[in-house]
Antibody
Framework: QVQLQESGPGLVKPSETLFLTCGVS????????WSWVRQPPGEALEWIGY???????GYNPSLKSRVTISVDTSKNQFSLRLSSVTAADTAVYYC???????????????????????WGKGTTVIVSS | EIEMTQSPATLSVSPGERATLFCRAG??????LAWYQQKPGQAPRLLIY???TRATGIPARFSGSGSGPEFTLTISSLQSEDSAIYYC???????????FGPGTKVDIK
């Protein structure tokens, strides 16, 4: 069964850049989209963005200006960069595998559905000076 | 961006009773709806995708139904281990965006 493991600093200073990596083991990185999701203390889940094995990305509009997600297929890992962090970015950060399927066509393209079937255990990031 | 709402915020149910959780999209959507269970200190676990398909290994007491904009997660006979927060999640195609609902906390009476 594929496993995901987040890694990175647990403490980041305000205005600096948060950098996390998710290692994918016991399974391929190709054929999926790979997401980052975060959860501030006591709050709901918030999707940050995804990267596909080919490097295409999608981001949460509310975070898009500060987020970059990239993939390194040679290392079977993907990464999150979040710039100009503030205390509001303090959260547990999860990486997750997004699996999808197609079920129709429209004038815009294929209708797809994606959902997150495998999750890492999460890593806590605190933004504080 | 499609907003997802969930109700009730908290649900208290006796063991063996039925629990019904609701998720509503801010506009008519397809069946791109998933449900997750999250217990304290743990990562979310996928329960349902495509609005009604149980994920691998999920007990049959969990079922999903509905179509945009209203969806339902039913736990037919609540077990003590079902105490958790349940989130719905929608996937939008254009642009490709995932949106989570605020969650429903299920307590055991």
């Amino acid at each position: 069964q594929v496993q995901l493991q987040e890694s990175g600093p647990g403490l980041v200073k305000p205005s600096e850049t948060l950098f996390l990596t998710c290692g994918v083991s016991d399974g391929p990185i190709t054929g999926y989209r790979w997401s980052w999701v975060r959860q501030p203390p006591g709050e709901a889940l918030e999707w940050i963005g995804y990267v596909s094995h080919s490097g295409s990305t999608g981001y949460n509009p509310s975070l898009k200006s500060r987020v970059t997600i990239s993939v390194d297929t040679s290392k079977n890992q993907f990464s999150l960069r979040l710039s100009s962090v503030t205390a509001a970015d303090t959260a547990v950060y999860y990486c997750a595998r997004s699996v999808g399927y197609s079920y129709g066509l429209s004038r815009f393209g294929e209708y797809n559905n994606y959902y997150m079937d495998v999750w890492g255990k999460g890593t806590t990031v605190i933004v504080s000076s | 961006e499609i907003e997802m709402t969930q109700s009730p915020a908290t649900l208290s149910v006796s063991p063996g009773e039925r629990a019904t959780l609701f998720c509503r999209a801010g506009q008519s959507v397809t069946s791109n709806l998933a449900w997750y269970q999250q217990k304290p200190g743990q990562a979310p676990r996928l329960l349902i995708y495509g609005a009604s398909t149980r994920a691998t290994g999920i007990p049959a007491r969990f079922s999903g139904s509905g179509s945009g904009p209203e969806f339902t997660l039913t736990i037919s006979s609540l077990q003590s281990e079902d105490s958790a927060i349940y989130y719905c999640q929608h996937y939008n195609n254009w642009p490709p965006i995932f949106t989570f609902g605020p969650g429903t906390k299920v307590d055991i009476k």
